[in-house]
Nanobody, 116 residues
Framework: QVQLVESGGGLVQAGGSLRLSCAAS????????VGWYRQAPGKERELVAA???????YYADSVKGRFTISRDNAKNTIYLQMNDLKPEDTAVYYC??????????WGQGTQVTVSS
């Protein structure tokens, strides 16, 4: 099993920046794809960014050019650098890792609030 703990959320003004971190522990050797999702009130959870074990990166159109996902395998940590934040980025952000196509784990979520 894998345990995930997110940190770095908070309240920021529009145009500001935050960096989210997701520390993984447990059987981290088997982690392949990692990603960040978000869920705003009344909306479905959506994929924001993901990075495969081979280094392929995906970004949602809404965050391209503003967010950067990265992973430090030595520290078992996944990051999401968020720049030029907008009020519509307000959501709970969740870290997600895949072990197999049928097994994934979620963090508890961290709140990001962007004021206008």
């Amino acid at each position: 099993q894998v345990q995930l703990v997110e940190s770095g959320g908070g309240l920021v003004q529009a145009g500001g920046s935050l960096r989210l971190s997701c520390a993984a522990s447990g059987d981290t050797r088997c982690i392949s794809t990692v990603g960040w999702y978000r869920q705003a009130p009344g909306k479905e959870r959506e994929l924001v960014a993901a990075i495969t074990s081979g280094g392929t990166i995906y970004y949602a159109d809404s965050v391209k050019g503003r967010f950067t996902i990265s992973r430090d395998n030595a520290k078992n940590t996944i990051y999401l650098q968020m720049n030029d934040l907008k009020p519509e980025d307000t959501a709970v952000y969740y870290c997600n890792v895949w072990i197999t196509p049928h097994e994934s784990y979620w963090g508890q979520g961290t709140q990001v609030t962007v004021s206008s």
